[in-house]
């Protein structure tokens, strides 16, 4: 793994896992910085090294179709081990704050799993993306309740985060035949758009200090 950090501007490169792995990174620790995370799909093994630490951990969990999807749903400022399983259509994880095992039927198979805090509680809501008819599909934490909201365009590539700094994700969509980024504000329900990168570009969208 190459990266370059944003408060020296330095690059620093870090050996982790194998060239079959899945990158996995996440704050596990609590600590407010990412850890270099993989997940094995051939023996279903998570590979972590908290940044607080430095010491890398393993941890069974999961199945070889897997997709790892950490997140922190408990709320305790840690990100929990979890995973969706597509031919069940199912989010599995592991709660950081007392070890138990949560399983959450959600959305349907062929969606793109996109975990996340939507509402702003602390906790990271189920939520899938269906590019068949360019909805989202969310389960907010703290209403239990859930909601569809169609946004974006099947060929569009998802990038959901927090645009407007009110602590809660905004669902938001790339298109690659245009490098139009297009957000939907939480914080006024309005649309706003920015014209970043061209075709064959992989969206990476972050918090960037400038």
Known sequence: MVGNKSSDGTYYS????????????????GDGRTDLAVWRPSTYVWYITPSST?????????ASSDVPK???FD???????ALWRDSNHTFYSTNSSNGSALTNSFGATGDTPTPADFDG???????TWR???ATWYIKPSST????ST?????ADEIVPNDYDGDAKVDIAVWRPSTGVWWILQSTSSSTRNETWGTSGDIPVPAFYRR
């Open 121 to 127: 509680d602390g906790k990271a809501d189920l939520a």
């Open 54 to 62: 430095g010491t890398t951990t393993t941890t069974g969990y999961g």
């Open 75 to 81: 709320g305790d400022g840690k990100a929990d081990i």
């Open 14 to 29: 870090t050996s982790l896992g194998t060239s079959t792995d899945i990158p996995a990174p996440a704050d596990f620790d």
């Open 150 to 154: 169609q946004y974006g365009a099947s």
């Open 131 to 133: 590019s068949s008819n």
């Open 144 to 147: 239990g309740i859930d909601f």
């Open 70 to 72: 950490p997140a922190d």
